[in-house]
């Protein structure tokens, strides 16, 4: 038996520059943390000459190439592991489509857990890489690279997207007492809604594609808050990263109509009139989670708890994709 499990993740800032359709011309930026909520992957040998999969669905296949999963046929194809007694199960602490990066942690704990069935070491940089080598080279899924990056390495950290492709990884230079304080005042509220990132940041990948200019600006200044965000926080200045946030939310909202809804946006408006200093939709948009750096936590619990949204109460993550078990 092999579990492992990888981390969900929250955007702190530079959301969008991740996309090979902007750096690859203009290089990206950004800063994402992993959380202690998780996607777990189980992988152990049985007895029948049968491959069992277990996800929202059940399949049991014979050879390899009838499995449906596109990521896990994709995975076993490119490790190269053709034994069908096997069975994977895959069970996450948050839905699919909610913001938080299940796809790549989704990934990333799959090729861990196959990788330590073929008894392989992984640097999390290779991990990363490969996650990515299935979701974007093979199943051309109009996405980027964070998820995958920070599900891999964990913690607080800031990603450089160059040209070329590489991905330089670095921990952010905060303080504890900036840690502490950012974890504790950020809080994140479920709005019900549940999405697909793809189909939502498909027209953003094929506007930058074209060339239009007012998407690729609109990049630019993301990419220039994300680095003022990193600026704020190492400096310890959360009021500023909070401003930041909320000026990068509106920025966000006019690279597509599908980004949010009257809904969200009133919830927004009614988290700041009770002691949200910002705050944004996390992930690609149109649904998922609403966080908010608060000035006044109870206040801001007690007005979105009257609202009916849910809060996920969470702290960092900074193992990455790990094994929990290994026999």
Not at 26 to 54: E, W
């Amino acid at each position: 038996m092999i579990i492992t499990r990888s981390p969900l993740r929250i955007s702190l800032g530079g959301g969008g520059t991740d996309l090979p359709s902007y750096y690859r011309d203009h290089s990206g930026f950004l800063i994402a943390a992993a959380i202690d909520k998780y996607v777990y992957i189980t992988l152990h040998q049985t007895f029948i000459n049968q491959m069992i999969i277990k996800y929202s669905q059940l399949e049991k296949v014979s050879h390899l190439e009838e499995l449906k999963h596109p990521i896990i046929r994709e995975a076993l194809k490119l490790l190269n592991i053709r034994d069908t007694n096997l069975e994977i199960t895959s069970m996450a602490d948050i839905p699919a489509g909610t913001g938080l990066g299940s796809s790549g942690s989704f990934t990333t704990a799959l090729l861990k857990v196959l990788h330590g069935y073929k008894k392989h070491l992984i640097h999390p940089e290779e991990l990363a890489e490969q996650a990515c080598h299935i979701e974007l080279d093979l199943l051309k899924e109009p996405i980027g690279k964070q998820d995958q990056y920070i599900a891999a390495y964990g913690g607080i950290t800031c990603f450089n997207f160059m040209p070329d492709g590489k991905v330089h990884a670095q921990p952010l230079k905060i303080s504890e007492e900036t840690l502490f304080n950012l974890e504790d005042n950020l809080l994140l509220f479920f709005t019900g809604y549940s999405r697909s990132a793809s189909s939502i940041l498909k027209e953003q990948d094929e506007k930058s594609r074209h060339g239009d200019q007012e998407m690729i600006d609109n990049l630019h200044y993301v990419k220039e808050m994300g680095l003022h965000s990193r600026l704020a926080l190492e400096s310890g200045d959360l009021e500023t990263f909070a401003a930041i946030m909320n000026d990068h939310w509106e920025r966000k909202k006019q690279r597509s109509g599908a980004m949010s809804n009257l809904r969200i946006d009133e919830w927004y408006e009614i988290a700041k009139r009770n002691g949200a200093l910002g705050g944004k939709l996390i992930g690609a948009g149109g649904g998922g989670f609403l966080m908010f750096y608060a000035a006044d936590k109870a206040r801001l619990r007690h007005a979105l708890r009257q609202e009916k949204l849910t809060e996920v109460r969470f702290r960092f993550d900074f193992e990455g994709t790990k094994f929990v078990i290994q026999n």
